[in-house]
């Protein structure tokens, strides 16, 4: 049940997370036999092109070194949807009106909350402490997670968090759904993100299937007297 309100401006949003958000080849073994070709699967998608730490800003790295971009990714569901899971840590805004991978199952880190005071608007960050119980109850500790944010960092912590736990194959989608921003002032897309992220690597959607979509729910509020 989503408890949390789905309101909020692009602006509002990455001023929240502006400072925390600062490849899939598989090797084909041409067997064509059932137990050859899910041995074949399992190492396309446990062997992506190779991005090293050394290839990501701090924020991005994570402690279990597993990284894919968004068109890898892609490529990793789409082989072995049975046994990959897409996890979108995003805020419930971002995952509703931005749009999201269309297999997705949605799990956020934090919320965005708001207060008015004096007149204005406050956002401010609410952390989801049942995050990992939540990723619990939809994967085993061995599972492929392919883990994606805005563009990489929220991703990097959500693993971080996963790893912690004792999951061993959570990669982080180091480029997000909305990817890196354009570096380039002569263009008319300087300063967006267009440069890579899912949005622009793979097909996306705007509508979500509720039962994926994990919450923890509210209790029932009691009836009034």
Not at 134 to 155: F, M, N, Q
């Amino acid at each position: 049940m989503l408890t949390y309100p789905i309101a909020m401006t692009a602006t509002g949003l990455v001023l929240i997370f502006s400072d925390l958000e600062a490849k899939a080849q598989g090797i084909d073994s041409g067997q064509s036999d059932g137990v050859n070709r899910t041995q074949d699967k399992e190492s396309k998608a446990m062997h992506p092109k190779s991005i090293s730490d050394a290839d990501l800003p701090e924020g991005k790295r994570t402690k279990l070194k597993l990284y894919v971009t968004s068109a890898e990714a892609y490529e990793m569901s789409r082989s072995d949807p049975d046994n990959v899971k897409i996890i979108d840590v995003r805020t419930p805004e971002e995952f509703a009106f931005v749009g999201h991978a269309e297999r997705a199952w949605y799990v956020p880190l934090a919320f965005v909350t708001y207060q008015r005071d004096a007149g204005k608007t406050k956002h401010s960050v609410q952390w989801n402490l049942d995050f990992v119980e939540e990723v619990k109850g939809l994967a085993e500790p061995d599972s492929i997670l392919l883990i994606t944010c805005r563009s990489g960092d929220r991703g990097a912590m959500a693993v971080n968090q996963l790893a912690a736990a004792g999951f061993t194959k959570a990669f982080n989608i180091v480029d997000g759904v909305e990817g890196d921003k354009v570096d380039d002032p002569g263009s008319v897309f300087h300063g967006k993100r267009m440069r890579n992220g899912w949005k622009n690597s793979a097909p996306w959607v705007y509508g979500y299937d509720p039962e994926k979509i994990i919450l923890k729910e509210s209790p029932p509020k009691p009836a009034d007297p």
